[in-house]
C-alpha cells in the first residue's frame, strides 16, 4: 500500500505542474502544440530529448542483452553523443534555418512533396508498429514483475500485460493530446530527475545487496561472480547479436547515430522546440555528454542480474526487473516505479506527438483535399492522436511474441530506412544539385537489398549492412544526380524565426563528450575491468 501511495503522490506532484506550465503557451495554435511555441530552454530540451530517447525498451533491452552477452551493447548508449555533435552543428543549423516543423518539410524544400511523404510515411508507420508497441510492452512487463500484477488480480501474464499497457498507453495519450509538446516536454522536467535518481538507485542498492549491506564489498562480490568476459564492451569482428562487433563502433554505428539523432522526428522535435539555435544546441549536446554515462544506469543492470542469479533467467528481459523487485527495499519501489513510469510516459508521450504531428502537417490536408486553419490543425491532431495511441495500445501486449530480444528487434527494424534517410538528409544539406529521382532511388535500392542481406546472411550483425548500404545509398544517388541533373540550383531562402548565433561552449562541451567516451570504453575493456 505505501508503494502505491508513494507511486501516486509522485504522478500528482509532476500532473500539477504540467497543467501549470503548460497554461502559458497557448497550445490552440499549430506552434504552441507542435513546438511549445519555439519557447524551451536547454535544460528543458536536453531533459526531454533524455527522456524520449530512454525508456524502458532500453532499461529492459539492453541489460537482457548485458545479461546474456556482455557489455558490447552499451554501444548502443555511449556512442549517442556522436550523434548529438551531429544533431548540432551539422542538422539543427539548417532546420533552423529553413524554420520547419519536421524532417519531412525540410525535406520538401530540397526535393519534392513525394520525397517528403514517403520520409513521414516510414516514420510514422515505424513509430505505429514498432516503437510505440514495444515501449508500453517493456514498461508493463517491468510493472507486472515488480508489483505482480497478474498475481494479485488472479489473471495471466498476457492479460496483466494488457492491462498494464492500457493504463499507461491512457495515460501517456493525455499529455500529448490535450498539451501537446509543451505538456510532455514540462513533464519531462521533473521525470529527469525522477529517473535520475531512481534509476542510479537500482545499480546503488544491487551492490549493497551483493555486498551483504556493504557497498564495497557489493563491487568486489560483483567481480567476484561475474566472468570478466562479461565486462568488455569491445567484441571480435565476427560477433553477432546481441554483441556488437568493433568494426562497427567505426563505421555502422556512427551512421546509425547520425541518423537516430538527427533524422529521427520524435527527437528532432524537441530541439526544434528551442527558443534559439543555441539554447537548442546547448540541450542537445549536453544530452550527449550524459549519455557517455548512461550504460553505467542501463546496462550494468545484467551484470549485477548475472551476479545474483548466475544463468538462471531463462527470458533474458527479465533481467531487469528481477533485480529491482530482489534488490530495492519496498519504501522505495513506488519512488522507482514512478521513476520508470515517468521514462514510460516521456518516450510514449514525445513520440506520440512526432506521430501527430507528421500526419496532422504532412498527410491531413492532402488526403482530404482541405485546407486547415491553426485550430483545425490541432484538432485533427487531437483527434489522431486517440487513434494512432488506440492501435498502439491493441499491438503492444503481442510484442512478446517478437523472435528476438526487445532491442535487437527494434534495431533490425529500424536498419529497414535508416541508411537512406540519413543518406537522402545529408546530400540535401550539402548539395544544391540532387534531384527528387535520386532520393526515392535510394530507398528503393536500400529496402529490399537490405532484407536480402538479413534473410541471406543471418550469421552477419545487420549494422554491418548499415555501413556498406549506407556508403551505397549516398553513390546511387551521386550517379542518378550526374546523369539526370537539375536544370537549376535550388534557392535556399532564410526562414528563420528564432535567433541564429550558435551556442559559445557547443565545441568545448563536444570535446569533453568524446574524450568522456574514450574513457568508458577504456574502462571497460581487457584494459581495465575485462581483464580482472
Known amino acids: 500500500m505505501f508503494t502505491a501511495i508513494s507511486m501516486a503522490i509522485c504522478l500528482l506532484v509532476v500532473f500539477v505542474y504540467v497543467v501549470y506550465k503548460t497554461r502559458q503557451i497557448n497550445v490552440s495554435g499549430s506552434d504552441g502544440y507542435f513546438l511549445a511555441g ?16 530512454l525508456s524502458t525498451e532500453q532499461l529492459v533491452g539492453l541489460s537482457g542483452q548485458v545479461y546474456s552477452s556482455n557489455m558490447g551493447p552499451m554501444a548502443w548508449e555511449a556512442p549517442a553523443c556522436i550523434g548529438a555533435i551531429g544533431l548540432a552543428f551539422i542538422f539543427l543549423p539548417h532546420y533552423f534555418r529553413q524554420g520547419v516543423m519536421t524532417v519531412p518539410e525540410f525535406l520538401e524544400t530540397r526535393y519534392d512533396a513525394g520525397v517528403k511523404k514517403l520520409v513521414a510515411f516510414l516514420l510514422l508507420a515505424t513509430y505505429l508498429l514498432t516503437f510505440l508497441p514495444t515501449v508500453l510492452y517493456s514498461g508493463a512487463l517491468v510493472f507486472e514483475q515488480m508489483f505482480n500484477v497478474g498475481e494479485i488480480l488472479n489473471i495471466s501474464h498476457f492479460t496483466a500485460v494488457a492491462l498494464v499497457t492500457f493504463i499507461l498507453g491512457l495515460v501517456g495519450a493525455f ?4 498539451g501537446g509538446v509543451k505538456a510532455s516536454a514540462s513533464a519531462d522536467t521533473i521525470y529527469g530527475i525522477l529517473f535520475a535518481i531512481g534509476g542510479c538507485a537500482v545499480p546503488i542498492f544491487a551492490l549493497i545487496f551483493l555486498g551483504n549491506g556493504n557497498f564495497l564489498d557489493g563491487f568486489q562480490a560483483l567481480l567476484s561472480r561475474v566472468p570478466a568476459e562479461k565486462f568488455t564492451a569491445i567484441n571480435s569482428a565476427t560477433a553477432t547479436a546481441p554483441e556488437v562487433p568493433w568494426p562497427i563502433l567505426f563505421t555502422g554505428m556512427v551512421f546509425n547515430m547520425l541518423y537516430y539523432f ?14 534559439s539555435l543555441a539554447e537548442a544546441q546547448k540541450g542537445a549536446l549536453l ?42 527495499p519496498a519504501p522505495l519501489l513506488g519512488f522507482v516505479g514512478a521513476a520508470i513510469v515517468g521514462a514510460i510516459l516521456s518516450s510514449y508521450a514525445g513520440t506520440l506527438n512526432s506521430c501527430v504531428t507528421l500526419y496532422s502537417l504532412e498527410f491531413h490536408e492532402s488526403i482530404f483535399k482541405k485546407k486547415l486553419s491553426d485550430k483545425g490543425l490541432v484538432r485533427v491532431g487531437r483527434i489522431s492522436g486517440v487513434i494512432i495511441a488506440i492501435i498502439s495500445i491493441g499491438i503492444a501486449p503481442f510484442i512478446m511474441y517478437a523472435p528476438s530480444g526487445l532491442y535487437d528487434f527494434l534495431q533490425r527494424f529500424f536498419g529497414t530506412f535508416n541508411a537512406p534517410t540519413l543518406a537522402v538528409v545529408l546530400y540535401a544539406i550539402y548539395s544544391r544539385k540532387v534531384t527528387p529521382l535520386a532520393a526515392k532511388a535510394a530507398f528503393c535500392v536500400h529496402i529490399p537489398l537490405y532484407w536480402l542481406a538479413t534473410l541471406l546472411l543471418p550469421q552477419v550483425h545487420y549494422l554491418y549492412f548499415f555501413a556498406i548500404l549506407f556508403p551505397f545509398d549516398v553513390l546511387v544517388m551521386y550517379v542518378i544526380t550526374k546523369r539526370h541533373p537539375r536544370t537549376e540550383l535550388i534557392e535556399i531562402q532564410e526562414k528563420a524565426q528564432v535567433d541564429m548565433t550558435p551556442w559559445k561552449y557547443g565545441k568545448l562541451v563536444a570535446v569533453l563528450s568524446i574524450l568522456a567516451l574514450l574513457g568508458m570504453y577504456f574502462v571497460f575493456s581487457p584494459l581495465c575491468l575485462a581483464k580482472i
Open 175 to 178: 499529455y500529448t493530446i490535450v
Open 38 to 53: 519555439r519557447s524551451l530552454t536547454g535544460g528543458v530540451i536536453c531533459a526531454t530529448i533524455l527522456l524520449t530517447n
Open 262 to 275: 538527427g533524422c529521427n522526428q520524435s527527437l528532432v522535435q524537441r530541439a526544434l522546440g528551442g527558443k
Open 287 to 328: 544530452f550527449g555528454l550524459i549519455k557517455v554515462f548512461c550504460p553505467l544506469i542501463l546496462c550494468s543492470t545484467g551484470l549485477f542480474a548475472y551476479a545474483i542469479f548466475g544463468d538462471t533467467i531463462e527470458v533474458a528481459d527479465m533481467a531487469y526487473p528481477m533485480v529491482v523487485a530482489e534488490v530495492l
